[in-house]
């Protein structure tokens, strides 16, 4: 059972992290739901390792009460709990806040990209940390900036000029828009060398 984490952050909020392995059977016995079979077998992977990880987490078979936004993000609104994902090739993650008050969370999960650096001038203004030409570094800034948009919850957002991350000693985040202006704190940590972020 590849479950890589399971880490409780608070007393109500807990993520995990799955590297997919099984067929696509093994996910389908613990759900409600079943994929859509129009997707492509790594994508129903995905949905069914998601709804899988939502049943582990809250210890019940609830996955089917994920639904999604007009927007896209996803939703627990009938146990009043917040819920992020992320997945990147054959890894899912999901976090849950089951405090029916708490704000947007947000995780996000990252391969190694080589050309990270070629892309940074797109989203990294100068008051993000300086990646000083470490692809890792740059990395990092981006998944931060996933996670900051995922929490904004709106698509009208642009990575280099409303979203900045510091490092000041702890990793956080701000959302500054005409309407807003939210810092957020960070967490992070390497799994092999995978990079997960996520929302404190």
């Known amino acids: ?16 992290v799955w590297e997919i392995s099984e067929p696509l059977s093994f996910f389908l016995e613990k759900i409600s739901i ?16 998601t709804r899988f990880l939502i049943n582990h987490l809250l210890n019940k078979k609830i996955d089917n009460l994920l639904a999604y936004s007009s927007k ?3 939703l627990l609104d009938q146990i009043q709990s917040k819920i992020s994902i992320s997945h990147s090739k054959n890894w899912v993650s999901v976090y849950i806040d089951t405090n029916p008050e708490a ?3 947000g995780i996000d999960i990252e391969f190694p990209r080589p050309n ?8 990294i203004s100068p ?3 300086d990646p000083e030409g470490k692809p890792e570094m740059a990395l990092l800034v981006w998944s931060a900036k996933e996670v900051l948009y995922k929490i904004y919850a709106e698509k009208a957002l642009d990575f280099k000029t409303h979203l900045s991350v510091q490092n000041l000693p702890q990793l956080q985040g701000t959302i500054q828009t005409e309407t807003t202006q939210k810092t957020i704190f960070l967490e992070h940590l390497y799994i092999d060398n995978k990079l997960l972020v996520w929302s404190l």
Not at 34 to 49: F, G, I, Y
């Open 127 to 129: 008051s993000d940390i």
């Open 1 to 16: 059972m590849p479950l890589r984490l399971e880490k409780q952050i608070d007393a109500t909020k807990k993520l995990a």
């Open 34 to 49: 079943h994929p859509d079979q129009t997707l492509l077998e790594e994508q129903q992977l995905c949905k069914a390792c």
């Open 116 to 123: 990270i650096l070629k892309l940074a001038s797109k989203f």
């Open 103 to 105: 704000s947007n969370i």
């Open 72 to 74: 896209g993000q996803p």
